[in-house]
């Protein structure tokens, strides 16, 4: 009896110690669910936080993405008007540029005109100062060939008349010497000049009054 009753009391002794380290298990086990119940809770607050935090930062991102996008439209329409104003601009300047082009051709046309026209009148005005200046030398050079023939005419017929006296001196031996600024005719010795006439002779007859002739003296 005692054996068993030993035995019995090991039993129970091992049951209870079983019992208390189960109990301590269920103990830890249940302050596990409720540390990770209060984690959970507080996962599950952290996560509607998180939900919330994303919902207004999703809102905030819409918000910025409709503000964006109405920006990028805002700056497409004034990019769009910039872009009209330049090109209304560009084309007024461009018109005024053609215009002001037309103009100076127009202008440079006309000055090219009157210039041509002026040009051509100072070449015809010079063309007829030539040509009449021309007909004035011709007329010069034809009266001084004129007076150059009738000077050589001259010459040649005073270049004559003096070989002729020179010759009708050699036949008569007369000679002309200066004396107290005047010439002297010296006739031959035994001759004499004497006043002479011809009434008869047509060609001398111009000399009538004023001719003389050598004779031998008496």
């Known amino acids: 009896m005692n054996d068993l009753d030993a035995r019995l009391a090991k039993l129970r002794q091992r049951k209870e110690e079983a019992q208390g380290a189960v ?14 119940r209060s984690e959970l809770s507080g996962l599950e607050a952290s996560r509607a936080t998180l939900a919330k935090a994303i919902e207004a930062e999703g ?16 700056l497409a329409l004034g990019a769009l008007l910039a872009l009209i104003l330049i090109a209304g601009m560009a084309s007024r ?27 051509e009148a100072a070449l015809q005005a010079l063309s007829l100062r030539l ?9 010069d050079i034809e ?9 050589g005419a001259d010459r040649d017929a005073a270049r004559a008349d003096l ?13 002309l010497v200066p004396y107290r600024n005047s010439v002297v005719i010296v006739a031959p010795q035994g001759e004499t000049i004497t006043r002479w006439s011809a ?5 001398l007859a111009r000399y009538n009054g004023r001719m003389f002739r050598v004779v031998r003296a008496d």
């Open 23 to 36: 109990a301590d298990d269920l103990g830890k086990l249940a302050e596990g669910l409720a540390k990770a």
């Open 59 to 74: 809102k905030r991102i819409a918000g910025l993405r409709r503000r964006v996008s109405l920006g990028v439209v805002l």
């Open 93 to 119: 300047m461009m018109s005024d540029a053609r215009t002001e082009a037309s103009r100076i051709r127009a202008e440079n046309a006309q000055l090219i005109a009157e210039a041509r026209s002026e040009g």
């Open 131 to 139: 040509a009449s200046r021309e007909a004035a030398l011709s007329a």
């Open 143 to 151: 009266a001084m060939g004129a007076e150059l023939a009738q000077m």
């Open 163 to 175: 070989e002729r006296f020179a010759e009708l001196k050699r036949q008569i031996g007369l000679e």
């Open 199 to 203: 009434p008869g002779l047509s060609n």
